[in-house]
């Protein structure tokens, strides 16, 4: 018998991925599935020994959900299966209602089709902290270690495993933080693009019978998502502006391939990108529904947050990429709203969880509250701040040249990038480039893959062009 080969599984921001029968195996799943219920099963994890498993529409995604649940069965968890594909914030919120210990959602949320991936959740309905992740990490390499590269589990433990459908639960606590009646007495036209993802068919369900003009597309399963990855950006919702202009729709709404990110088009089919979506959710639970607490950024996140907060007297908190880091300042206090550049929003009188139908639901809530379309909020937002303009570029350099850079990030200090005077440095994650005008640049390096991001917010469009063009060099004279 062939000697078995160490795997090789490294955590990133927001659990594990892989590419589907390359890394992200069978074998590799139950691995890491058994340390995360060793790390579950300690006596120091709080909640009922119950984990529950949830798993998106990727393909053999519900394969590798089982997988996991026989792992945990096996080993004396009470172990909750979902019955059908489901959303990440569905999983996180079933553990929370349950008081389980945790639970292991199966998805690579929006990455391209051959990727999938295990995010680990906690008994508060979040997603693992950092610390927790360490350990899981420690419980992981433990295994490998003793020679542990594969666990077996018989066929026979799935008869262990109780199947139930998650989604009723959910909905009936995202009808506890909106007035879907508001909602549906707008009478606005709505497009949702579900983007062959497993959150597809939620806000018709959710809606229904409120008298809200929904209609739902890319709502079959697609695992290779009609050729475009899972993400709400603009180069991937083609079909949804076409459908808001075809429609005469009042908004659009898209949620990525496990439903906890959200993007959205104005009735002109203009996209309506995460930082201003943050924004706007931020005005409305403050001078709408007269909800107060902190706020929370990562530092990728558009300087609007920072003079919304300043205007209204609220507390902000800037914290690394990843929403995790979000979830742990909503652990600690009052947090009203805390997102993520990428498109994770989570607000106050929810789980500390970022959910792309729940920021849906509030978007239009926004709208009827205000009697305001989406573009009718930006103006305004705009003509009270001042134009506020943001793109993101990922390069994918040659993975030799990754350590020169990574180590040019850190120790280069320019004071000059394509003709902006750097006022400040920061590097709180990734290197932060900021200028006198309130422009920004943010290089920051993958630690998984060879990935280098570059982000940039100003005045206008032709100058994050030109701020990212500086970017792009640092990167390439590495």
Request: charged share 20%.
């Amino acid at each position: 018998m062939p000697e078995q080969k160490r795997p090789e599984i490294t955590f990133g921001t927001d659990g594990w991925r892989g590419i589907i029968a390359e890394d992200f195996t069978g074998a590799s799943v139950r691995l890491v599935a058994q340390a995360v219920v060793n790390f579950l099963k300690r006596g120091d994890t709080p909640g009922a020994p119950t984990i529950y498993i949830g798993y998106d529409n990727r393909s053999q995604s519900e394969y590798f959900a089982a997988e996991a649940a026989k792992v945990a069965a096996a080993s004396g968890l009470q172990t909750i299966l979902s019955s059908a594909a489901c959303s990440s914030p569905a999983v996180s919120y079933s553990c929370y209602a349950g008081e389980a210990r945790g639970a292991i959602m199966i998805t690579a949320s929006h990455n391209p089709p051959q990727f999938n991936g295990l995010k680990i959740k906690m008994g508060y309905g979040g997603s693992a902290l950092p610390g927790m992740v360490t350990q899981i990490e420690e419980e992981l390499t433990a295994l490998l270690n003793a020679g542990t590269y594969s666990v077996d589990v018989p066929a026979s433990a799935i008869d262990l495993v109780h199947q139930t459908d998650l989604r009723p639960a959910y909905f009936d606590g995202l009808r506890k933080v909106v007035d879907l009646g508001v909602i549906g007495a707008a009478g606005y036209k709505i497009v949702v693009d579900a983007m062959h993802g497993s959150g597809a068919g939620y806000l018709p369900s959710i809606l229904e019978n409120t008298g809200a003009q929904i209609t739902e597309i890319r709502g079959d399963r697609n695992p290779v998502f009609g050729g475009i990855n899972p993400e709400p950006i603009p180069q991937n919702l083609g079909a949804l502006r076409d459908a808001v202009l075809a429609t005469k729709a009042d908004v659009g709404v898209a949620i990525d391939g496990d439903a906890d990110r959200v993007g959205a088009m104005d009735s002109q089919g203009n996209f309506v990108d995460s930082h201003r979506i943050f924004a706007i959710a931020l005005r409305h639970l403050y001078e709408n529904k007269g909800l107060r607490g902190s706020v929370v950024k990562t530092v990728s996140t558009t300087r609007l947050i920072d003079k919304l907060c300043a205007k209204y007297g609220l507390e902000l908190r800037v914290v690394p990429i990843g929403f995790k880091n979000i979830c742990e300042w909503m652990l600690k206090e009052q947090v009203l709203i805390g997102g993520e550049e990428s498109g994770g929003i989570g607000v106050l009188g929810y789980i500390p969880e970022r959910d792309g139908p729940l920021m849906s639901l509030i978007l239009l809530e926004s709208m009827a509250m205000r009697k305001q379309r989406l573009e009718e909020q930006i103006d305004e937002l705009m003509a009270e701040f001042g134009p506020h303009e943001y793109n993101r570029v990922d390069l994918h350099p040659n993975p030799a040249k990754m350590p020169a850079i990574i180590q040019t990030l850190k120790d280069d200090n320019p004071t000059n990038i394509a003709g902006w005077e750097v006022e400040a440095i920061d590097r709180t994650d990734g290197t932060k480039f900021d200028f006198a005008d309130g422009s920004w640049l943010l290089l920051r390096a993958s630690g998984t893959e060879p990935v280098v991001r570059v982000y940039s917010e100003s005045s206008s469009q032709e100058n994050v062009a030109k701020l990212i063009a500086g970017g792009v060099q640092i990167v390439e004279n590495a």
